[in-house]
């Protein structure tokens, strides 16, 4: 399949007409199916025969999720789903753990969600397990080498399944009914998979729906991980503490991507505000509240940020106040026409 897909590639950059092109298009687009296909089927096989074999690398838990989000972040944003990601405060980052087998997991169940979800958000939620680890610490009298135990919640206001054909979803081949097959595609084998790779790594996976409203969907999973004995990460390295002193007001609708900046900025130092809405923005400002840069999304501004570039700079004491604007990342080509400037 390979050496399909790699001549396919090499045909798509020779000279060929329309009708041409459109066909080799869909011979490497059912290639690369059918090389997913493959694999997994190898995966299973290597899982239910006990030949898969675990590494142990160092991995930054914070930037390995965040790296994942953005391989799908012009797909949700296109789909106008908003995706991310709220880690609990104070949990390590720096982790030993497959991280190739972690990022299978993780990418099968958020490609899932996006997938059956049409309207409002992905949220990856990561936090520490304390339960399960209180339960396993009691059968490991070195506390010193007891690992840390993470619980990783995928959340979707999707269609939801109903919970008499939740018991189908972790076995091999099997999806919910026919109609799900013929409407989203896909094989019914990444579920098994992640149960079995979750299962090999000395963990539990699950699912919860609905989540709210007989809509949505949670899986989640909990697994082991090994601390690296020092957490100075080098995805801060010396821009940490950086915005001490500084403070931001961020404006955005959604509680989670409010959180997820909150989470990142603070651990440069910065002194966050928060508010959901332009009016509100305005009436923190009227205040008179220390402010040295807002952030804010610029869908609230029907893309037209001109008038309230005006109505900030028109305030005493903010006439050259920072804006910055944020933008989905299927609309990262406004960013050079946005009237939003710093």
Partial sequence: MNGVLGMTDLLLGTPLDDRQQD??????????????????????????????????LSFDLEKCIEEILELFALQAHSQGLEINACFEEGIPTLLIADTVRFRQIMMNLIGNAIKFTTEGEIVVRIERDRDFEQANSLENTDLSQSPIYLRFSVIDTGIGIHYENQDKLFKPFSQVDASTN????????????????????????????????????CFWFRIPFTIQPIQNSPFLGDKARTLSKRS?????????????????????????????????????????NKVDIVIIDWRLTDFNGSILVQQIHGKEDFTNLPIMAMLSANRQGEAETAPIQG
């Fill in 23 to 56: 066909f080799v298009e869909n011979i490497r687009l059912s290639g690369n199916l059918l090389l997913s296909l493959i694999n997994r089927i190898l995966d299973l096989s290597k899982l239910e025969e006990g030949q898969l074999k675990l590494e142990s």
């Fill in 182 to 217: 013929r409407r989203f595609g896909g094989t019914g084998l990444g579920l098994a998979i992640c149960r079995q790779l979750v299962e090999l790594m000395q963990g539990e996976i699950g699912i919860i729906s609905p989540v709210e409203n007989d809509k949505g969907t």
């Fill in 248 to 288: 931001i007001l961020i404006v955005d609708a959604n509680q989670h991507t409010r959180h997820a900046i909150h989470y990142y900025l603070t651990k440069f130092g910065a002194d966050i505000h928060e508010v959901s809405n332009i009016a509100d923005a305005m009436k923190y400002l009227d205040n008179r």
